[in-house]
């Protein structure tokens, strides 16, 4: 069976990590999300897929080649072009590389998935195509209920008794809202799907091929699923999906590493005296990371690996990418960070190098300063107290 991951967006809500990294290869625990998708994707017979991509494309594609360490079958349709040399993504949207694939030449012959290349799901894709087809749909929105509070973050689908989609509502109050079904970003559709959506040109699938199924009077539905589901959207999302994980939410993705006590998690040669921490789970700690003596870690929290705690040092509710180093005293609470980044939970950021507060936070591989013990201690304080004044 067939599928698509989209794959080409910019990914500019999750800024700073989309800055290098796209979207779909923020680690969930070491491992990509698309890996995760992959992976249920085969659980459910879908074994040759697409894949549309365009911002830092090479990245994804020199990652997953041509699937077979996988065990699917993945090729790649590119969406931009070549300036001075250099790669210039260019997306087309998402109907839009769907439709460029197809006039490629004609890979969606049967009914096949299109799934957004930034989330976690554990989702019965079986069930779900097995009611798309009962329904003779040509195209099914999988939703999810969520509550009425939650409703304002996303997209709301509309539709009668029978499932058959009616209207669409974008991030509706909770007042407006006429429905608490929202758009996963996860659709089946036939082969006529594409009697809707023009060539050689940028064409959406949420803002114009499926209001044009609504307007056509197409045979469109939606099914409401129970599953779990965690969209990437933006850096916030980012945060929750880790806690998610830790938390054993999501039943498809493991914790990975050695559990050395209840609820913490190591990669290999982590240099910690255990007697001399105080760590409460859940926690992970990546390979070759070392925590100093007197640091505290109080999870969900995730550090990456090659990290270096200093000594004093607090990670509370935090995530850690790899090569960070968080100097002595450092309360890090509520945080992400990410190279030179740190990023609070409302996606606010700051650019340590550019506050001077990198001798705080700082790259692990980096040679520190030389000073003298007593300048060393006064930059300490003074750095702390900056530190905390903007709220790391």
């Given at each position: 069976?067939?599928?698509m991951?989209?794959?080409?967006?910019?990914?500019?809500?999750?800024r700073?990590?989309?800055?290098?990294?796209?979207?779909?290869?923020?680690?969930?625990?070491q491992k990509?999300?698309?890996?995760f998708?992959l992976e249920l994707l085969?659980q459910h017979?879908?074994?040759?897929?697409?894949?549309?991509?365009?911002?830092l494309?090479s990245e994804?594609?020199?990652?997953?080649?041509?699937?077979?360490?996988?065990?699917?079958q993945?090729?790649?349709?590119f969406?931009?072009?070549?300036?001075?040399?250099?790669?210039?993504?260019?997306?087309i949207?998402?109907?839009?590389?769907m439709r460029?694939?197809?006039?490629?030449?004609?890979?969606?012959?049967?009914?096949?998935?299109?799934?957004?290349g930034?989330?976690?799901?554990?989702?019965?894709l079986?069930a779900?195509?097995?009611?798309?087809?009962?329904?003779?749909?040509?195209?099914?929105?999988v939703?999810?209920?969520?509550?009425?509070?939650e409703?304002p973050?996303?997209?709301?689908?509309v539709?009668?008794?029978?499932?058959?989609?009616?209207?669409?509502?974008?991030?509706?109050?909770?007042?407006?809202?006429?429905?608490?079904?929202?758009?996963t970003?996860i659709?089946?559709?036939?082969?006529e799907?594409?009697?809707?959506?023009p060539?050689?040109?940028?064409?959406d699938?949420?803002?114009?091929?499926?209001?044009?199924?609504?307007?056509?009077?197409?045979?469109?539905?939606?099914?409401?699923?129970?599953?779990e589901?965690?969209?990437?959207?933006?850096t916030?999302?980012?945060?929750?999906?880790?806690?998610?994980?830790?938390?054993?939410?999501i039943?498809?993705?493991e914790?990975?590493?050695?559990?050395?006590?209840?609820g913490?998690?190591?990669?290999?040669?982590?240099?910690?005296?255990?007697?001399?921490?105080?760590?409460?789970?859940?926690v992970?700690i990546?390979?070759?990371?070392?925590?100093?003596?007197?640091?505290?870690?109080i999870?969900p929290?995730?550090?990456?690996?090659?990290?270096?705690?200093?000594?004093?040092?607090?990670?509370?509710?935090?995530?850690?990418f790899e090569?960070?180093?968080?100097g002595?005293?450092v309360?890090?609470?509520?945080?992400?960070?990410?190279g030179?980044y740190?990023?609070?939970?409302?996606?606010?950021?700051?650019?340590?190098?550019?506050?001077?507060?990198?001798?705080?936070i700082?790259?692990?591989?980096?040679?520190l300063?030389?000073?003298?013990?007593?300048?060393?201690q006064?930059?300490?304080?003074?750095?702390?107290?900056?530190?905390?004044?903007?709220?790391?």
């Open positions: 069976m067939k599928a991951i989209l794959a080409a967006g910019k990914g500019t809500r999750v700073p990590i989309t800055y290098t990294i796209p979207k779909p290869m923020i680690p969930i625990l990509p999300v698309m890996e998708l085969r017979g879908f074994n040759e897929i697409m894949v549309n991509v365009s911002h494309a994804i594609e020199s990652y997953f080649r041509d699937g077979q360490h996988f065990g699917v993945i090729a790649y349709s969406e931009g072009r070549i300036v001075e040399g250099e790669l210039v993504g260019e997306a949207g998402s109907a839009g590389g460029r694939i197809q006039d490629f030449s004609p890979f969606f012959d049967d009914t096949f998935v299109v799934l957004c930034d989330a976690l799901i554990d989702l019965d079986t779900a195509v097995k009611w798309h087809r009962e329904k003779g749909s040509i195209a099914t929105i939703m999810k209920t969520v509550p009425k509070e409703v973050s996303y997209g709301v689908v539709t009668d008794d029978e499932g058959r989609i009616k209207a669409f509502q974008e991030k509706p109050s909770v007042e407006e809202a006429l429905s608490d079904c929202i758009n970003g659709y089946i559709f036939e082969p799907i594409f009697d809707y959506i060539s050689g040109e940028e064409y699938i949420g803002s114009q091929l499926f209001p044009k199924l609504v307007e056509k009077g197409a045979p469109f539905y939606g099914v409401p699923m129970d599953f589901w965690v969209d990437i959207g933006k916030p999302d980012y945060w929750r999906a880790i806690r998610s994980v830790l938390n054993g939410e039943k498809n993705v914790i990975p590493g050695h559990e050395v006590a209840p913490i998690y190591t990669g290999l040669n982590v240099s910690v005296n255990w007697d001399k921490v105080n760590i409460q789970g859940p992970y990546g390979g070759m990371t070392h925590i100093e003596d007197g640091a505290t870690i999870g929290t995730m550090i990456g690996p090659n990290c270096w705690i200093c000594s004093g040092a607090t990670v509370d509710n935090s995530v850690i090569y960070a180093r968080l002595p005293g309360r890090l609470v509520d945080k992400l960070v990410f030179r740190c990023v609070d939970k409302t996606g606010a950021t700051i650019d340590v190098q550019a506050a001077s507060l990198d001798w705080l700082t790259d692990a591989r980096q040679a300063p030389s000073h003298p013990p007593a300048e060393r006064a930059i300490a304080e003074l750095l702390n107290a900056d530190i905390r004044s903007i709220g790391v």
